[in-house]
């Protein structure tokens, strides 16, 4: 993640349109859904997740407080199969080493990596009612309303109104749409595509030129001010200590180098991961899980030798394409993007490294394993200014949803910026000793004092006589060589001490230097990903609703991440079915598939629809056959079908499928459909 | 947990004796490993746990802090296994609702839920250095390192010394040992048994009373004052809005009750879940991993029907025998045990209800599971004053430890104390609505004021009347249908106004009620866990060293939660060996079981040491048989047997022992002795 939480350049698309990832790799005529019937409506999936607890507002019933939200039983289930794929897919495959640690942290680790210093945004007060608002979201909304306000001018092919006039009618509650002459409307399109890289005292300036003003009152606004995000407390019942709240998890990492070095036996490269949970106070947050105060990470911080960025399995994503925006193009106020290989990225040094480079691939692996759209993922590389200061390069995975482009996960190159501010501040070396095979030598010039005499003459001052000569380098050295070889000498130090030496108080000779410990301060590579945004940005790709039912929507979640895996449904609530429902919980449970049982007083129809909306994927109906024939019938989700099969049969096939082993229309060869007369949607 | 944090009563041990349980089930000779050899070392264990990275105090380089510790790659790896476990055994096994709420909590959340006034602990102050030093333990220290000294003496045969004496060396830095009356020593013992009843005050006479100082200044300390243990912050920009960090996750629980209510479909009872962080700004905390300051915990919110706290599955645990201390025994002073099944104390209300009874046998399966030792474990029941303000009853699962005996799970009823205290405050119902099958029929006398006649005669002050009337008991409308069949009467308000009334007026009779909605506050049973305190007894509980090797420490963790399974060791690094040591962690990966490899440059006897320490279980140890056979040996931890077999013989044998369908003497059926003159150990 970055230091600066500032939002990446917002695209304008032409009209929101959905585009569904499908959900079965091998799409064959039986499982195609058109998922496309209807556009997405935004306020259709705002009301399914609060009405099926996703989650909510937290502390709702006390007014909630802008930028915390809870997550109830779907979404913290949905979250935690993420972060259980999250720990298959990075921490198990490549052996990373988990570490937890802690969120209080005392103030002098956060002074010594700059973060009490820079961490920082950039906010703006209403001159009138003090109201606080972020100076780079202002410009941005303000500047994008202007826009969007001109294109409809445009096309209901209205006169541009006159400005003076407008203005006259400021009191109206909504202003009128006012068209821009083009070229001013050019100039905030480019001053959009880099607004990320805007300094405090610019987006001042643009306030000042192009009149942005608070929207809500439509009073001025004032100087920028910095505003840093850490929530401070203290620590201990004296409150001598002051602490934060760990904006991100990296600091622990850094902290603990030498201990994760000793660990790992000594070798590098080698990662550290953490999921846990990190705070920042923003300013005024508006945009739901994209934006909050409070928020699950999950951070790698992988450890490489400077002089080596390559990485060991990058043969194994070299062929990945991956769409980027590279910075070259933003700053030229475009957000033009190109498909490219990894491979070719990283040759043609857009992508700075291999590590870089693999980390990019692995991400965008796992997001698409997700159900993460790929044609709404991309890889934009930060500017200049826009890059935290620890950083020397950095690409977002940013996913589009109904705000624009969100970063979801910061892929950064914080080079030695870390281990060495903590290292010099400590004392600590937070280094890495590597035995060489070939030691290394060397040869240079050296200056050797009689200390016997140099002693016995300086007395006390002989140390900064000593001091002097070490700090020389090779042509002073040689200087003082050949100044010695002609008699005495006269030494002024930097103290202004001077010494008057004869040639036997020092020989300067060549000497051979061998080295068989390279000592370095390891690079970071690191991936840091946010999961509220990915999670939100995961419902977004996989809403939608039926063609015969506007009303019913449907979150087509992959089975990896479905909160729950299968519902069983008795068909009421009979005594006799208890037995069967009993015996399929407990199979499901012993083949690892989580199941829930839905026996309340509606009809089947309304408890699909009910876990449609929750993104179950499977359906297990248990009916009067069912205790007569021992069949029971499987609903796949987002085709509606119902195939039938016994008992056995059914959690067999179902296993497979939350597995991942087989496909539905895979199932559907092994189970023949079910014809019964019985409706169930 | 409980609001409170004072430290149980302590309970005196002879000396410390080791006892180990058994990890195997059934013991077969084969298994068998004397396991008490040496006593219990906690400095080794200790320089084991910072070595191997178990934990460290958080950042150590910048010098720590108290209270706040890291976990490395095997804490995390145990914790989270620790919690893997918990979640199968209570969340999927009882299809509780999980949650994740925040932490950053607003203040009226907290100064309704009665933390903000009492959710403190009792401090003095040195007199002299300003030393802040909790109360409790204060007395507790002083008093039972007083008792020690006096055993001492005593066993030393030694005279009593004259306390005149004693006093004149105070200025030594150990000041001499006395004995004491035997009458005050009976004295220390009871006040020790009851210390968690003190309140503030009564520790500030103990201390005058028995001279109780400062152990490190010997100076006096002053009156008592509460220190609240919340760390406080602001949420936003403008400082406006405190905030504080959250103690427990109840809370978070709570406020969201309407909400997880509808989504169990509005059924009672069930649970909701949370496993998260939370945050107690402890006074001075010095107890390792039993006291910090941020630690996760996972809480069980039970709501149940406050008229009937039955629990359907009790029938399955009710023969399950706890070992408890209930509060009547700790209030005459003593800590003596009884062993009683649950069904048993249930019956004799010595356990409040089923719902407790049952969470208490859920609580004690989970930590013998995981590997707690069964006879190190009790339950004591909180004494009055004790009791946090929510509870009306609680008792605390307490692990025997080096420093005493441990709360590590609460379980209290809370009642419907939460519920109702911010139902109150925002007006928000958090009540269950429970339709009636028969309708409660009730007949009450009700007083029907002629509208029209009231509105016309009294016209504004109509309104006082109807109150009146209103608030009117049985009797007293009894009185008045009596005094009105006799002619007009006067009526005097609470406000002071009268009203003469004419029989027309009013009508006073009996009607009936149809009640078909009953609508109750539910209760709540809450089993709470503090993660790290059990996981710092699970590893006191599992260290022991071996009878030939002393300094070799062995964490004989069950497999279930052991931080790696298996152990994959490449006899040397010759590249021949890769290929077979990728094939069988492919293998294990697939099969779900987590192996690390160590092929670092070391002997395999150092490298199985190393793992002993780490808890692994098993070792697969890869050599040139390997290459020429396909064969591998496996080896057991804490037998230190080895069996040969061929490579998918291994992982099927270690899989199933991994997954606790087989023990170690029915894998060494299958798999016949290693007899390999190459020594591993």
């Excluded at 979404?75 to 988990?98: C, D, P, T, Y």
């Excluded at 999950?298 to 769409?323: G, M, N, Q, W």
């Excluded at 290394?440 to 140099?454: A, H, M, P, S, W």
């Amino acid at each position: 993640m970055r230091l600066s939480c500032r939002l990446p350049s917002i695209r304008f698309l032409p009209s929101y349109t959905r585009r569904i990832h499908h959900v079965h790799r091998n799409n064959s005529e039986m499982s195609t859904v058109n998922k496309s019937a209807h556009p997405f409506d935004k306020a259709q999936l705002e009301a399914l997740l609060s009405r099926r607890f996703f989650y909510a507002p937290a502390f709702e019933i006390y007014g909630g407080v802008a930028g915390l939200y809870d997550y109830g039983p779907p979404g913290s289930a949905l979250q935690a199969n993420i972060i259980s794929e999250w720990r298959k897919h990075f921490i198990v495959e490549e052996s990373m080493l988990e570490l937890d640690t802690t969120i209080m942290t005392p103030a002098p680790v956060f002074e010594t990596s700059g973060h009490v210093a820079r961490f920082a945004d950039w906010m703006v007060k209403d001159t009138k009612t003090g109201d606080v608002l972020r100076a780079d979201h202002l410009v941005k909304n303000v500047l994008s309303a202007r826009l969007a306000d001109d294109k409809e001018v445009r096309l209901g092919a209205q006169q541009p109104v006159d400005p003076a006039a407008a203005k006259k009618k400021k009191k109206d509650k909504t202003p009128p749409k006012v068209a821009l002459d083009p070229a001013v409307a050019k100039e905030y399109e480019v001053i959009l595509a880099q607004l990320d890289n805007y300094s405090g005292p610019e987006l001042g300036e643009l306030c000042k030129k192009y009149n942005i003003r608070n929207p809500d009152t439509d009073n001025e606004v004032g100087e920028p001010q910095l505003f840093n995000l850490m929530f401070a407390s203290s620590i201990g019942p004296t409150g001598q200590h002051p602490g934060y709240l760990r904006p991100e998890t990296a600091q622990g990492h850094f902290l603990n180098f030498s201990r994760l070095y000793d660990f790992n036996n000594g070798r590098v490269p080698f990662a550290s991961a953490q999921i846990g949970r990190s705070f920042r106070n923003e300013i005024s947050p508006r945009a739901g899980l994209l934006r909050v105060r409070e928020f699950t990470m999950a951070e790698i911080e992988h450890y490489v030798d400077p002089e080596d960025k390559s990485h060991v399995r990058f043969k194994e994503v070299r062929d990945v394409i991956l769409v980027l925006l590279d910075r070259h193009v933003q700053a030229s106020g475009s957000t033009r993007v190109v498909d490219m290989t990894v491979g070719e990225a990283v040759d043609k040094g857009i992508i700075a490294n291999e590590t870089l480079g693999y980390f990019m691939a692995r991400i965008y692996q796992f997001l698409l394993k997700i159900g993460i759209n790929r044609s709404r993922l991309r890889f934009r590389q930060h500017m200049g200014n826009e890059m935290a200061h620890y950083a020397t390069d950095c690409w977002d995975a940013e996913i589009e949803n109904s705000t624009g482009w969100t970063e979801c996960v910061g892929c950064a190159d914080r080079a030695a910026y870390d281990l060495s501010v903590h290292s010099k501040k400590t004392g600590h070396p937070l280094v890495v000793r590597q035995y060489l095979k070939e030691p290394i030598v060397t040869e240079k010039l050296v200056g050797d004092l009689n200390k016997k005499l140099v002693g016995k003459s300086f007395k006390q001052d002989a140390g900064v006589l000593t001091k002097h000569i070490e700090s020389l380098d090779e042509s002073e050295l040689l200087k003082l060589k050949e100044d010695l070889s002609k008699g005495n000498v006269k030494i002024e130090t930097s103290e202004g001490m001077s010494f008057e030496l004869s040639p036997e108080f020092l020989s300067i000779e060549r000497k051979t230097f061998k080295q068989s410990i390279r000592e370095y301060t390891p690079n970071v590579i690191e991936p840091s990903f946010g999961l509220g945004r990915i999670l939100y940005t995961l419902l977004e790709h996989n809403f939608w609703s039926r063609e015969q039912d506007k009303e019913r929507g449907v979150l087509s979640l992959p089975a990896l991440v479905a909160p729950t895996k299968v519902l069983i449904v008795p068909l009421s609530s009979r005594e006799e079915f208890d037995p069967i429902v009993a015996e399929i919980s407990a199979k499901l449970r012993r083949a690892g598939v989580f199941s829930r049982v839905d026996d309340s007083n509606v009809s089947i129809g309304r408890r699909y629809a009910r876990n449609d909306e929750l993104g179950t994927p499977y359906g297990i109906t248990v009916d009067f056959a069912s205790v007569q024939n021992r069949t029971v019938t499987l609903r796949e989700r987002d085709t509606m079908d119902q195939r039938i099969g016994s008992i056995d049969e059914v959690i067999a096939a179902v296993t497979d499928l939350v597995e991942g082993s087989i496909e539905w229309p895979e199932a559907c060869q092994k189970l023949p459909a079910y014809d019964g007369v019985q409706a169930v949607d």
